[in-house]
């Protein structure tokens, strides 16, 4: 019979409500019997319709789904009594089941207040399965970001820089191994660590200006000195980038610092030869200029004492004006080899031999209150270089030596082959390769470093007005440089100094022989009124060695630059020696002049006189078959010359 009454009316419309919802739901009444249910907790459990029946036990339930294992293996009484005993008890709870099919159940029961209680069932598979996969993905990312951070810690502490990470409270959340070491940290130490409390305070007054303005948004980049855990006094270069999020908001700032010493000193050295590069080409030039008043000097002055031979007064006059031109004309040498003029003879030199033979002499003279000592590390192939010149530049290092300590103190002569690579070649201004390095140091007070830097150039000197000139160390810079090498300075403070001179390695062994040098003076010539056309663009000169060729025996024509001379040569057939300066006005200096001679006129006989050449004259002079003459220059050793002449 069908209840038509208005309650059971609203029974229906209530039952049809509950079976749209989408999750099982049961109400039982105190005493554990079934008050109300929907369809979907039937059609989800795959329940019989039998247990539908308002009025069923809680047990039935449990009986079905204990028999057909929903509870897994084991007693059904004893199951079904377990279940039917917590449901007695009325207490919230909350449980998932994984049901023989996979899906997972959540089952959550509430107490009623009058009794009894009411339990809803949701098939929750899908949410389990998305927040596993999002604890997955959790754990994944979790694992790749500590991974990351492993790998960013291992490129950053290998990193040859110090870096780090500052947030806007200036604390310190990211450093490197290499920044915390640097200031006395671990890494893990320095974390958390404010900034003025690990840079300190004098460090931090210089640098917190420079923080404060990259933590304002604004990159920046500066120098500063700091002696590092070692005690060294480094140079370093620090930028300081701010750390901007996605708005542009400043939430800290980076630190990236480079340790520059080394680039300063290279820079300083760059600088240092680049300077005496710049004065060597000047000294050539004032030298140029004063061997040719030399020469006009000591032409005059030599032609004035022939004269005076009878007139014994007068001699007395001429002899320390010749005395003093001979001096200058010393003082110049010296000056045009610090200029890179002549490179001597380079040949392969046994440098350790060099050394040996040099340090016996010195033992000999040196006072016994100085220790002159050789080390050789091993043995080193011969270098290329003029011997005697290698001679006078250790020579000049040892006498320096010598004064620096006060005739009290040890001189060392350390000789080893080394390796120059490209980077320290470019510095050193050599190219890569082997080279024989010979240091000489001393237990002297060593050089301030303003002395250091200004230690090769002529006449500087720190010795007392008349006992030294300022040309030694000059001259030995002069004497690298021309033989393709290269000499520092060293000098700690209080420590003594040691300068380290370069010269290139030599595959060979053979050494010069007595006569592979030829004498200004050998197979002296005199004219018996042969034709010699002088070329030299400077009148005072010009009437000097015109008057010397006039003394020698030979007619003497005259030309000032190279076009008037080959003019001449054309148009006079009777010219037998051509007599020039290498250096002159116009397009074409002395050995060009001498190579178009011979061309016109292959008999002409030539020879070359010369007060400086520049880097690509010595190279042409190196070249060239003419022989040379240096002014200023006697007339015995101008005899020599035409005597020579090819």
Known sequence: MVDESPSGVQLKLLQAALDHINQGFTVFDRELRLVASNRWLFDLFDLPDRLAVPGTHFSEFMRHNAERGEYGEGDVAAMVAERVERARAFRPHYLERIRPNGDVVAIKGEPLPGGGFVTTYTIITDQRLREEALERAVSDR?????????????????????????????????????????????????????????????????????????????????????????????????????????????????????????????????????????VGQLTGGVAHDFNNLLTIILGNVNALRARAADHPGLAE????????????????????????????????????????????????????????????????????????????????????????????????????????????????????????????????????????????????????????????????????????????????????????????????????????????????????????????????VRAVVRRQLNDLGYIVLEAEDASEALDMIRSIGEIRYLISDVVMPGQMNGIALANEAKTLTPAIRVGLISGYADGHGVQEIGSSPFPVLAKPFATEALAGLMGRSV
Request: glycine fraction near 10%.
């Open 142 to 278: 979790t694992a790749a970001l500590r991974d990351s951070e492993q790998r960013l810690r291992l490129i950053t502490d290998a990193i040859p820089a110090l870096i780090a990470r500052i947030d806007t409270d200036t604390r310190y959340t990211f450093a490197n191994r290499r920044y915390a070491a640097w200031f006395g940290h671990t890494v893990d130490s320095i974390l958390g660590h404010p900034v003025a409390g690990v840079l300190g305070d004098q460090l931090h007054q210089e640098l917190g200006p420079r923080i404060r303005q990259a933590l304002a948004g604004e990159e920046t980049t500066y120098e500063y000195r700091r002696a590092g855990p070692d005690g060294r006094i480094a140079e370093m270069r620090s930028t300081l980038l701010p750390d901007l999020d996605e708005s542009g908001q400043v939430r800290g700032c980076f630190v990236l610092s480079l340790d520059i010493t080394e680039q300063k000193q290279r820079e300083a050295e760059l600088q240092q030869a680049q300077k005496m590069e710049a």
């Open 317 to 540: 006059l001429v002899e320390p004006v010749i005395d003093a031109a001979n001096r200058g004309s010393s003082l110049v040498n010296r000056l045009l080899a610090f200029a890179r003029g002549s490179a001597g003879e380079p040949r392969p030199v046994d440098v350790a031999a060099t050394v040996v033979d040099l340090t016996r002499l010195l033992r000999r003279s040196m006072p016994s209150s100085i220790e002159v000592v050789t080390q050789l590390t091993d043995v080193p192939r011969p270098a290329k270089a003029d011997r005697s010149q290698l001679e006078n530049a250790l020579l000049n290092l040892a006498l320096n030596a010598r004064d620096a300590m006060d005739g009290r103190g040890r001189i060392l002569f350390t000789i080893a082959e080394t390796q120059v690579e490209p980077a320290r070649a470019t510095v050193l201004g050599v190219a890569p390769g082997g080279y024989v390095r010979i240091d000489v140091g001393d237990t002297g007070p060593g050089m301030s470093e303003e002395v250091r830097r200004r230690a090769f150039e002529p006449f500087f000197t720190t010795k007392e007005f008349g006992s030294g000139n300022g040309l030694g160390l000059s001259t030995v810079y002069g004497f690298a440089r021309r033989s393709s090498g290269m000499v520092t300075i060293a000098s700690p403070p209080g420590e003594g100094a040691t300068v380290t001179l370069y010269l290139p390695c030599t595959e060979a062994t053979d050494q010069p022989s007595d006569d592979d040098s030829e004498s200004g003076e050998r197979n002296p010539a005199t004219g018996t009124g042969e034709l010699v056309l002088l070329v030299e663009d400077d009148t005072g």
